[in-house]
């Protein structure tokens, strides 16, 4: 049994109405819905399907990250760089690919559920992303420093100085 839906709704942008055509054929996936052509399928598809494998391999990866650098005897500033980083990549995963993922699986917009809950998770996804970006550049800057000035490096930056 092939059933076929036609969708038509007119579309205006500026003075030009245009009427777009949605068509579906699909007798087992008729709770989703579908864009428009092969590349909209595909579309679909693909964020209903790569985001929770990116969530689960990232959040496995970041937290046995996590345990390693909690297990060592003395924590470096590299280390605590590179701590801050996979909280900060797993707060990223959690705030922003998550809402898309939610968004194209469920038809669910969770930042419309609430006018403080979505400034906080945009908050959140762009305080993630960047203080990730800005945590790979102190991490860059500090091995170039100590492959520069191998010396100075570890008479400035150690625990009696700091102290």
């Known amino acids: 049994m092939d059933s076929t839906t036609t969708l038509a709704r007119n579309v205006t942008s500026g003075n030009v109405t245009e009427q777009e055509t949605f068509n579906t054929t ?4 008729t709770e989703w819905s ?6 909209g399928n595909t579309r679909a598809l693909l964020w209903r399907v790569i985001p929770p494998i990116i969530m689960t391999v990232g959040t496995i990866g970041n937290t046995m ?7 060592q005897q003395k924590m470096t500033s590299t280390a605590l760089f590179l701590f801050a980083l996979a909280i900060s990549d797993t707060l990223t995963l959690f705030s922003g690919l998550l809402t898309g993922w939610v968004m194209f699986t469920w038809d669910l917009d969770i930042r419309l ?6 400034k906080t998770l945009v908050y959140m996804t762009y305080c993630s992303i960047h203080l990730s970006t800005w945590l790979i550049v102190a991490v860059t800057l500090e091995r170039t420093a100590c492959v520069l000035f ?5 008479l400035g930056c150690s625990h009696e100085t700091l102290g």
């Open 65 to 71: 990250t996590v345990l390693v650098l909690l297990h």
């Open 113 to 118: 559920l609430s006018n403080p809950g979505c």
């Open 150 to 154: 191998p010396h100075k490096v570890r």
């Open 34 to 39: 579908f864009p428009v052509g092969y590349y």
């Open 26 to 29: 699909s007798p087992n996936m």
